[in-house]
């Protein structure tokens, strides 16, 4: 019985001495595993505003005739997300550059042709936001399809509700009547009138009225006159 006693005595001072020894490594690590979190949270912290600064700094202000265009389009359309109202801004500003055409005068004849409405159809079958015929559309598109990435033989009259296409077509179309009566005036009254109309008138000496190259105009001259707006 004596023996058996001492031996549980030595096997309990082993477990002490064992224990003892990993308290102590504990008490060693934990303070060092504690450190090193709140490290890597600093180390966090310091490289999220490190690229918040890098955004802040790389983010280049918009051009301010695009942001005319777009307090434009978004005073006609205040209904529509910010995003797409800056998406149409800056195709009207692409294709206007692109086309030699002062983008505002691109905005006044959307303004009368539709009130920058995206489906809506004339009477006469003219549809989307710069109002083409659908055989205009589907003209023209064979012409630009491969500049636009649309293949003629996809054109349906419903893709002129789409006003990236549209105004795309639309301001080539009206480039085009420009050059072919070397004149602004008839250029316009061409494009709501049609140009075979106008040139038979021109080239018999018969009036035409042009009232719509009025209501352009003069929307033209008052969207000119709007002051710069600020964002």
Not at 74 to 100: M, Q, Y
Not at 171 to 192: E, R, S, W
Request: glycine share 4%; net charge positive; charged share 25%.
């Amino acid at each position: 019985m004596e023996k058996r006693h001492n031996k549980t005595r030595a096997r309990n001072l082993s477990c002490g001495t064992a224990c003892s020894k990993l308290a102590l490594a504990a008490l060693l690590f934990v303070p060092s595993l504690l450190a090193f979190k709140h490290l890597a949270n600093d180390t966090k912290v310091v490289k999220t505003t490190e690229i918040l600064k890098i955004v802040q700094i790389t983010e280049k202000p918009r051009p301010r005739e695009l942001v005319k265009i777009y307090s434009i389009v978004k005073s006609h359309r205040p209904d529509i997300a910010e995003s797409e109202a800056w998406r149409v801004s800056e195709v009207i500003l692409e294709e206007s550059l692109k086309r030699d055409f002062d983008p505002i005068l691109v905005l006044a004849v959307i303004q009368v042709e539709s009130q920058f409405q995206y489906t809506t159809v004339s009477p006469m079958g003219a549809r989307g936001i710069m109002q083409i015929m659908p055989d205009t559309g589907k003209f023209l598109t064979e012409r630009r399809g491969h500049e636009i990435g649309l293949r003629p033989a996809s054109f349906r009259p419903e893709s002129l509700d789409d006003p990236l296409l549209n105004i795309r077509l639309g301001v080539f179309y009206l480039h085009d009547l420009k050059k072919q009566f070397q004149n602004l005036n008839h250029a316009l009254i061409a494009y709501n009138a049609g140009p075979a109309e106008i040139q038979n008138r021109i080239e018999n000496n018969l009036e035409f009225s042009d009232e719509y190259a009025t209501l352009v105009l003069d929307k033209y001259q008052r969207y000119k006159k709007t002051k710069q707006p600020t964002f």
